[in-house]
C-alpha cells in the first residue's frame, strides 16, 4: 500500500511539475548539467509503463530530492536503460525547484497523465 501511494505521489509530482513550469530548453545536456552533486538512491527504480523507469536521487547537501525517468527497453525480468527522458526536482517542502523534458518524450507526459487520479 504504502509502495503504490509513494508511486503515485511521484507520478502526481512529475506530471505537475511538468504541466506548469517551462520546459527549460537552451541545451539538453545543460538542462542535465543541474543534476550534478545528485547520488541514486539504491533500490529505487521503479517501472513505469512498457518503456519507461524512474529512480529518486537525493542531494542531501541541498536537501534536493529528483525523480529521473529513463526510456528503458524492458522484458519480463528486467529492464535495460536507453537514455534519459526526463527530471523534476523538489526541495525539502515538496515545492518543484526545476524540470526537464527531452524533446519528442509525449508518451510520457501522456502515460503519467493516465496514471495520475485526482
Keep these: 500500500m504504502k509502495l503504490k501511494l509513494t508511486r503515485h505521489i511521484l507520478a502526481a509530482i ?15 545536456e545543460e538542462a542535465w548539467n543541474f543534476l550534478d552533486g545528485f547520488t ?10 512498457e518503456r ?3 529512480a529518486l536521487f537525493v542531494n542531501s547537501e541541498k536537501q534536493l530530492l529528483a525523480l529521473v525517468v ?3 527497453t524492458c522484458d519480463s525480468g528486467s529492464c535495460r536503460v536507453n537514455r534519459r527522458a526526463a527530471y523534476s526536482v523538489v526541495d525539502a ?8 523534458v527531452e524533446p519528442g518524450e509525449e508518451e510520457l507526459i501522456n502515460l503519467i497523465a493516465d496514471r495520475v487520479t485526482v
Design 93 to 100: 517542502a515538496g515545492s518543484n525547484i526545476r524540470s526537464h
Design 70 to 72: 529513463f526510456n528503458a
Design 14 to 28: 512529475l506530471l505537475l511539475s511538468l504541466t506548469f513550469v517551462p520546459q527549460l530548453s537552451p541545451r539538453a
Design 52 to 54: 519507461y523507469v524512474a
Design 40 to 49: 541514486p538512491i539504491p533500490g529505487r527504480i521503479t517501472r513505469v509503463g
